[in-house]
């Protein structure tokens, strides 16, 4: 955590900035395991990745997006659980790999728009 923040304090340029606060973000889920309950802060693990999958997919790093939504899929499988209404975000993670298998960066990125309010709807319930 210490190093991700002094490097967000020496970022450069926008782009790298918005990078090292995603990362510290994902370092507060990380924290945020000893004093809170698992899915709970899988929710917004979840919002993060999608966050991530968007940044990803605007640069058509194909890679990335790829293991991102991967990650989505990992940590989604533990909130399913826990979330009422899961059939559409299973519904949009299954449509999102299919997307990112055939490299269809516009496609993952309107989808993962789509994964962000549904997203969101399960941290506000």
Request: proline share 1%; net charge neutral; aromatic share 2%.
């Amino acid at each position: 955590m210490e190093r991700d923040l002094a490097a967000l304090g020496n970022a450069a340029d926008g782009k790298k900035a918005v990078d090292l606060a995603l990362r510290v973000a994902q370092n507060v889920t990380d924290l945020r395991l000893r004093y809170e309950l698992l899915p709970t802060v899988d929710r917004d693990r979840l919002a993060l990745w999608t966050r991530q999958l968007t940044i990803d997919a605007k640069a058509e790093n194909e890679g990335a997006v790829a293991g991102d939504v991967t990650s989505l899929q990992l940590v989604w499988d533990r909130v399913r659980l826990e979330a009422q209404g899961t059939a559409s975000v299973d519904t949009h993670l299954k449509k999102l790999r299919a997307a990112a298998d055939a490299g269809d960066m516009a496609q993952v990125q309107r989808l993962a728009s789509e994964l962000a309010q549904r997203v969101a709807g399960l941290n506000a319930s």
